[in-house]
T-cell receptor
């Protein structure tokens, strides 16, 4: 998928630094949240998910934080690498029914060498 | 690793023509979805399909759109009479039961 990025917020970080990408979700009934990475010309790629009964979940080099009080989600990437350059989307869903995803606007991450 | 595949990767059509976008979901998955992404915008839900019927559709998914699972492997999205504003990337996704959905690489639809 193409994201020209004309309307996307952009985060530029130095290689090796940590990145924090933020997302606000809309539906207080959502109970399942996912971060996806999208590289140019490709479909969304799953990074990490979290359910609403948790406030933090860690993966390999990535951590997702969930603050249900303010409906806020963040993705932390440790030791950012050039291969992390992409557009990152959060998505919300309800763990019942159709599990459709409602995606956020996206943030473009640029890793500077 | 199993993956969702989509064909074609790029489809160019004239306004008013019918197009069929094809997807092969992951073989043991039960839920199937179509999403679209207009250039520079976020990914939007179109429709979900489960147990051989539409389980939910968005307001974008009007009478011009239809989905079908004609056999045990393919999942198609048909647009009967394309409009300029249908130009977008169309993503197919599938899911087993609970947990995350797996997305295909997308089909870029260009309506002239």
């Amino acid at each position: 998928g193409e994201n020209v990025g004309l309307h996307l917020p952009t985060l530029s970080v130095q290689e090796g630094d940590n990145s924090i990408i933020n997302c606000a979700y809309s539906n207080s009934a959502s109970d399942y949240f996912i971060w996806y990475k999208q590289e140019s010309g490709k479909g969304p790629q799953f990074i990490i998910d979290i359910r609403s009964n948790m406030d933090k979940r860690q993966g390999q080099r990535v951590t997702v934080l969930l603050n249900k009080t303010v409906k806020h989600l963040s993705l932390q990437i440790a030791a950012t690498q050039p291969g992390d350059s992409a557009v990152y989307f959060c998505a919300e869903s309800r763990a019942s029914g159709t599990y459709k995803y409602i995606f956020g606007t996206g943030t473009r991450l640029k890793v500077l060498a | 690793e199993p993956e969702v595949t989509q064909t074609p990767s790029h489809q160019v059509t004239q306004m008013g023509q019918e197009v069929i976008l094809r997807c092969v979901p992951i073989s043991n998955h039960l839920y199937f979805y179509w999403y679209r992404q207009i250039l520079g915008q976020k990914v939007e839900f179109l429709v979900s399909f489960y147990n051989n019927e539409i389980s939910e559709k968005s307001e974008i998914f009007d009478d011009q759109f239809s989905v079908e699972r004609p056999d045990g492997s393919n999942f198609t999205l048909k647009i009967r009479s394309t409009k300029l504003e249908d130009s977008a990337m169309y993503f197919c996704a599938s899911r087993l039961l609970a947990g995350d959905s797996f997305f295909g690489p997308g089909t870029r639809l260009t309506v002239l």
